[in-house]
């Protein structure tokens, strides 16, 4: 059974930083493109940023975070993080993890869900 587990999420004030982690199971988690998405309250489910599961481990980021946040992973610990700077109130959401075959920016490709965790950031 596959499971992700997300943690790293709180109460952040605007400028400050955050680095949540996904740890993976149950799955080759080197053979997986790692996301994370974000559900702000009230709106869609959006794309954040992906990182591929080859040995390049390309990267790809929705404008509104390049720059500030950065995708990393660690294949010998089936995790991947997202390090979030200069955080921005519109940066609240819950962030979701997420696995799948290829890292693109839609929901569908990707079969695998952790249950997200909170991050709040006051102006």
């Known amino acids: 059974q596959v499971q992700l587990v997300e943690s790293g999420g709180g109460l952040v004030q605007a400028g400050g930083s955050l680095r949540l982690s996904c740890a993976a199971s149950?799955?080759?988690?080197?053979?997986?493109?790692m996301a994370w998405f974000r559900q702000a309250p009230g709106k869609e489910r959006e794309f954040v940023t992906a990182q591929t599961s080859w040995s390049d481990s390309s990267t790809y980021y929705a404008d509104a975070v390049k720059g500030r946040f950065a995708i990393s992973r660690d294949n010998a610990k089936n995790t991947v993080y997202l390090q979030m700077n200069s955080l921005k109130p519109e940066d609240t959401a819950v962030y979701y993890c997420?696995?799948?075959?290829?890292?693109?920016?839609?929901?569908?490709?990707?079969?695998?869900w952790g249950h997200g965790t909170q991050v709040t950031v006051s102006s």
């Open positions: 997420t696995a799948g075959l290829s890292p693109t920016v839609r929901e569908r490709d990707y079969p695998y």
């Open positions: 149950g799955l080759a988690f080197y053979q997986y493109a």
